[in-house]
């Protein structure tokens, strides 16, 4: 079993700066075979994958066609890899301004759109509301400008769904159906296995 700073660190540092995962990023999967997190993708740089194989913390479960060598060994560069020791994830959903663009799945609660996105209070702080899940929806600007300090019942704008306090499961289906910008090959299997199949 992994100790309680080796359990940690596994789960706030399997992505990396993405200047890293620009080549052969290897996909990080828990040691039930689901991926540690959805969105972002737990993803770790072809060097820390094959570390942590080395270090016998992981299981290759696929790999890219390209190779790395040393002196002594060639060894192909995993893209899949699942943890030996299960990684118990976190219940809490960290309140984020990222957190709460995928709860609202990136578009304003008021209008629909999906442009450049900020944050307002349902209620306004001006009149006691605060910042918390229950009180704060992803908006557009103009929205955001059009509602101002007033209440939304007097801004002439309705809500698309009221905002609430996502549960972790919520959040790991909500990153579904966000798929990153690149997905090799061999992680489609690990990441949509649990996904309802077609008739």
């Keep these: 079993m992994l100790d309680r700073a080796e359990d940690g660190e596994f789960r706030t540092s399997f992505v990396r700066e993405p200047s890293s995962l620009k080549h052969f990023p290897a996909l990080v999967l828990n040691a039930d075979f689901r991926p540690l997190s959805y969105y972002p993708l737990s993803l770790w740089p072809w060097q820390e994958a094959i570390k942590a194989a080395y270090l016998d913390r992981v299981t290759i479960l696929a790999e890219y066609d390209e190779v790395v060598r040393s002196q002594r060994t060639a060894i192909r560069i995993p893209s899949v890899v699942v943890l030996k020791d299960y990684v118990k994830p976190q219940k809490r959903v960290a309140f984020t301004r990222f957190n709460l663009f995928l709860r609202d799945e990136f578009c304003c609660q008021y209008c629909g759109s999906k442009g450049d996105l900020t944050f307002d209070h349902v209620l306004p702080r001006s009149r006691g509301g605060v910042t918390s899940w229950d009180n704060v929806v992803a908006a557009c600007a103009p929205c955001n400008l059009r509602k101002g300090n007033r209440l939304l019942k007097r801004s002439g704008l309705t ?18 159906r966000f798929p990153p910008n690149y997905l090799h090959e061999s ?9 309802e199949l077609d008739a």
Excluded at 159 to 176: C, I, Y
Aim: glycine fraction near 4%; aromatic fraction near 14%; avoid cysteine.
């Design 159 to 176: 809500l698309r769904r009221p905002p609430h306090r996502p549960n972790a499961e919520e959040m790991q289906r909500a990153g579904r």
């Design 187 to 195: 992680w489609v299997d690990y990441l949509y296995w649990d996904a």
